[in-house]
């Protein structure tokens, strides 16, 4: 796309021509339900030939639709944000059709810092332009693409996210206000719809997220969570039961049809419903999952169940159509919800093995089967796969098959690499388990960088080995907080009065004292440098790879105070209480349960 792009300025009108035609064509193919991985990159490819030509709105309008089903397919994240660098000229005169492509590059969970800020920053200055525009589905894609931005990619805007979540509330105040048609026979209409969506994408943010959940309904103009989310599922529920009343709309209304054919060129609006219907299942029974405790602060048997009986509602209903990133995931979760619940190792590897009441439970090499037989080449497909490896490696681990799982990881390893942060907590699992070579501080740092304190990463990467004291205070001194980042490779450098001050910890955990006393100054660099789970959880088990218990055990204490959501607050904490013994079974199977939680 790079070579192509060096030719736009050279593109003459004959050639748009050409590739509007061409793009004409693929897309009458498209629409019949003939459409290929092939065709879609070579209609990206035409489209970034001719992106920085004199095309006019109209031309660039069908460009990047047609371009927009490549980016759904992408196989390498990495090259999201050249496509849509290339393709921005175009954006300019299709603004609404630009939007979507941001949107669908925002789904993808691996995605780089640079691309995230590329997206947030392209949202920002669009927005004026899609809500003085006429047009309500590019407002719903807006949001859609925003919420993704809050859900799966928070660690890289997350000194702006408060602004994030005015700017997505002010385009969903814009879908609301707009008039849509009305399917007479049972109350629905376009506008009914498209709001019905746009509020999946913002309640989804609510559902995801305790800490955000309060700004997202204030903002919004949101009430009760659960009941606004009973209302959703509501309407949703409602279009399922009136495809006739659906199918008048798509006639009637094109911006519904438009929003439809985003996600369908052959405009099937049931299916594209049924997806999203699909989806909030599994964003409800997510919710359930982070709130499975009784009234005691543990878990509880009962709630875990109910959140896994309605992921497998959600598998059921992707599988139908052939969803099957959807259905593994949903599955996935199903199974993990059921690990959580264990009370003994004997009891988790009952559950990891499928045996449960359930009569459509899965085990966790079940899911590893059906992954490998419906293998697709697009980044969403190959994010889930590694998950399901990851899981399917650690439970042979931990079920004895040390050889199968050995065999197996070195078979598969190039799958497991595929998201480095899974990857990376796999093997420092696997390693817990006495399976591999583990990780090594260093990989840790360089996964989770841009998610550490910036204030931090020059005494990790002293610690690594990556870097030299001098060259780390001159990083220091180009940060927002010098102070913090000199004093901080100081305590990495063994200063002991650095040490004691990032110490500090205890003023506002008093419960931490006795551990901070035992601890040195590498592990009070790594967990004050943790802002977010994941982080969280791939120091922990490096430190317990080390045998370091008490940084074990502080990184599980701290995770229990920092996170709002009680069922990863518990597993922290259990992980605290169960593991002044690494090598007991109560250790063991609590950074079992907290490493399913996160993958």
């Not at 800020?117 to 669009?126: E, N, P, T």
């Not at 094109?254 to 609006?269: L, V």
């Not at 042979?396 to 998201?419: H, I, P």
């Amino acid at each position: 796309i790079r070579e192509l792009n060096m030719l736009t300025p050279y593109t003459d009108a004959e050639i748009i021509k050409a590739v509007k035609k061409t793009a004409e064509g693929l897309l009458a193919r498209w629409r019949r339900g003939d459409i290929t991985l092939t065709e879609t990159l070579y209609a990206l490819g035409l489209t970034a030939l001719v992106a920085g030509g004199e095309v006019d709105g109209e031309t660039a309008d069908l460009l990047l639709y047609a371009a927009l089903f490549a980016v759904q397919r992408v196989v390498l994240p990495e090259t999201v944000l050249t496509v849509l660098a290339t393709l921005r000229p175009l954006g300019e005169k299709a603004p609404h059709r630009y939007v979507s492509l941001l949107a669908a590059a925002s789904e993808l969970e691996t995605l780089d810092p640079e691309i995230v800020w590329y997206i947030y920053v392209a949202l920002q200055q669009l927005k004026d332009r899609l809500l003085e525009a006429e047009r309500r589905w590019p407002l719903v894609e807006a949001v859609r693409a925003y919420s993704n931005l809050l859900i799966k990619h928070l660690m890289y805007i997350r000194y702006l996210w408060k602004k994030a979540v005015v700017n997505m509330c002010w385009l969903y105040g814009g879908v609301r206000k707009r008039e849509g048609t009305t399917a007479p026979e049972s109350g629905l209409s376009a506008q009914r719809l498209l709001d019905a969506v746009a509020r999946v994408h913002v309640m989804t943010i609510a559902l995801h997220s305790d800490v955000l959940a309060p700004h997202v309904q204030w903002h919004c103009g949101l009430g009760n969570i659960i009941m606004e989310a009973e209302a959703v599922r509501s309407v949703l529920d409602d279009v399922a039961a009136h495809p006739e009343e659906l199918r008048k709309i798509m006639e009637n209304d094109a911006d519904f049809a438009e929003w439809t054919a985003t996600y369908s060129p052959t405009g099937d609006a049931r299916f594209v419903i049924e997806d999203l219907r699909n989806w909030f299942t599994y964003q409800l029974a997510r919710y359930k999952l982070n709130h499975a405790l009784n009234g005691k602060g543990e878990l509880d048997e009962k709630k875990l169940e109910e959140a896994a009986k309605d992921f497998e509602k959600a598998a059921e209903i992707s599988r139908k159509p052939g969803l099957w990133e959807n259905y593994l995931t949903a599955r996935g979760w199903a199974l993990r919800a059921r690990v959580l619940a264990a009370k003994s190792w004997e009891e988790f590897l009952k559950m990891a093995e499928g045996h449960q009441e359930s009569k459509t439970a899965k085990s966790f090499q079940k899911l590893w089967e059906e992954a490998r037989e419906h293998i697709e080449p697009t980044a969403g497909y190959l994010e889930t796969a590694t998950d399901i490896l990851g899981n399917y490696l650690v439970y042979l681990a931990a079920s004895g098959n040390k050889e199968e799982a050995v065999k197996l990881l070195k078979e598969r390893r190039w799958l497991l690499d595929y998201n480095p942060r899974a990857s990376v907590n796999a093997r420092l699992m696997l390693r817990v388990l006495g399976v591999g070579e583990g990780a090594r501080l260093k990989d840790v740092v360089d996964v989770f960088g841009p998610w550490l304190s910036p204030e931090f990463l020059p005494a990790l990467w002293i610690l690594a080995g990556r870097t030299q004291k001098d060259e780390a205070l001159e990083i220091c001194e180009q940060l927002p907080k010098p102070e913090v980042c000199v004093d901080t490779v100081a305590a990495a450098a063994g200063n002991q009065e650095a040490v004691k001050r990032l110490k500090s910890i205890e003023r506002v955990m008093p419960e931490a004292s006795l551990l901070l006393d035992k601890v040195d100054g590498r592990t009070l660099v790594e967990v004050s440098a943790s802002e977010f789970s994941q982080v969280h959880l791939a120091f922990m088990l490096l430190a317990a790879v080390e045998g370091r218990s008490d940084a074990v055990r502080l990184h599980g204490l701290l995770g229990s105070a920092k996170f709002k959501e009680p069922l990863p607050q518990r597993l922290f904490r259990a992980v605290y209480e169960n593991c002044v013994d690494l090598n007991s079974e109560g250790c063991r199977l609590a950074l079992l349960k907290l490493y399913y939680y996160h993958f």
